[in-house]
């Protein structure tokens, strides 16, 4: 494993210690021949559900095996960076066998997220119904966000892209565009939410840019956020109800030509990442580490590079980040997706037409 300091910058004065990481990892191709597969959930059964961009469903044994394409899902509009996205299974599965399904569909306007939730009954999802449709919809194939993830008390967040060409709109309260939005599970606005007043009470933070990571804290039940930057400029954040994360009015990153987005990096009122990325590893996927099989990575954080090819880990200690690795770069896989599963391994998705599952143990 290659210790990895030079890419990250902390947001507050800090200082990376001189770890040494010495766990051996094990990893096995638990499946191939996904389609871009873009999100994975589990059930209790210890089976689970992966998406696959192009427009699939498929549910994976605990041995890697794969079923075809689950009947009764939407179609999605796979163009661009947009598909079959983001999936989360509801926190009372067992009771209510709730599936949720974030993609990109089509609209006369152009194309949005939207959230659907379904009823898993073998393989097939029975009794669809949307919970979730972002507004407005714009033509573009870029910038979909679509990371499902349920609090401790049962709210579902949903992250929401700029879209690309609507930037400017991130700062507006009033739509869903560079947004995290905060539902009851049907799709019901939380009495609670920080702009019940405006014209979208569904929005629980702003200024995002393409939320492609979001995951909740073992222990103080925040939601923890990454940035996907432009050139330079992915963050991790804790997301609090109400804030403004700045984009694009502060960014420390520019755009892919080298123009400059902004001359600000910070201004009162906006938050400042807990973490920076200069040059961007281009984040997707994100979970903290709770499990038994690596006792030593207990509270880390585990999250795809798909730029660097490799799995970042960020090392936590007393909520503060002290030190930060890459991990399986000689594979040089794009990994699009980082699931802990009830085993306690850690499984990956990778961003491939022939993508893989792989699934991490001690070595």
Not at 274 to 280: E, G
Request: include cysteine; hydrophobic fraction near 35%.
């Amino acid at each position: 494993m290659k210790k990895f300091i030079g890419l990250a910058a902390c947001a507050v004065s800090c200082v990376f210690s001189a770890l040494t990481f010495a766990t051996q990892i094990k990893v096995e191709e638990l499946a191939s021949g996904l389609k871009h597969p873009w999100g994975m959930a589990f059930l209790p059964s210890g089976d689970a559900l992966i998406t696959e961009r192009a427009g699939g469903v498929r549910l994976m044994s605990k041995t890697g095996q794969l079923s075809p394409a689950i009947s009764g899902v939407p179609k999605a509009a796979v163009v661009g960076q947009g598909g079959l996205l983001g999936i989360a299974v509801d926190p009372d599965f067992n009771s209510n066998r709730h599936v949720y399904i974030c993609m990109s569909v089509e609209g006369e306007d152009g194309r949005g997220s939207e959230v659907f939730r379904g009823t898993l009954n073998g393989a097939s999802l029975q009794n669809v119904t949307q919970v979730f449709e972002m507004l407005p919809k714009v033509d573009s194939a870029h910038h979909f966000g679509c990371r499902i993830v349920f609090d401790s008390d049962g709210y579902m967040f949903i992250s929401l892209g700029d879209r690309g060409s609507k930037k400017e709109e991130s700062q507006n309260k009033d739509n869903h565009i560079g947004t995290v939005v905060r539902l009851n599970k049907d799709g019901t606005v939380p009495s609670d939410n920080p702009f019940l007043d405006g014209k979208a009470p569904e929005v629980f933070s702003y200024g995002h840019r393409n939320v492609q990571g979001m995951t909740l804290h073992p222990q103080t039940g925040e939601v923890w956020t990454h940035e996907h930057g432009p050139k330079g400029g992915d963050e991790i954040n804790i997301l609090g109800a109400g804030k403004n994360y700045g984009w694009p009015t502060i960014t420390y990153g520019v755009n892919y030509n080298g123009s400059i987005i902004t001359d600000k990096t910070e201004m009162d009122g906006m938050e400042q990442p807990l973490v920076k990325y200069v040059p961007s590893i281009a984040p997707s996927g994100m979970t903290f580490y709770t499990g038994d099989e690596f006792p030593e990575w207990k509270g880390d954080v585990f999250m795809g590079s798909l730029k660097f090819r490799h799995l970042h880990h960020v090392k936590m200690e007393e909520g503060k980040v002290v030190a930060q690795n890459e991990l399986l770069t000689e594979r040089e896989d794009r990994i699009r997706d980082v699931v802990q599963g009830p085993d306690g391994a850690l499984y990956l998705l990778t961003d491939a037409p022939d993508g893989k599952v792989l699934k991490l143990t001690k070595g």
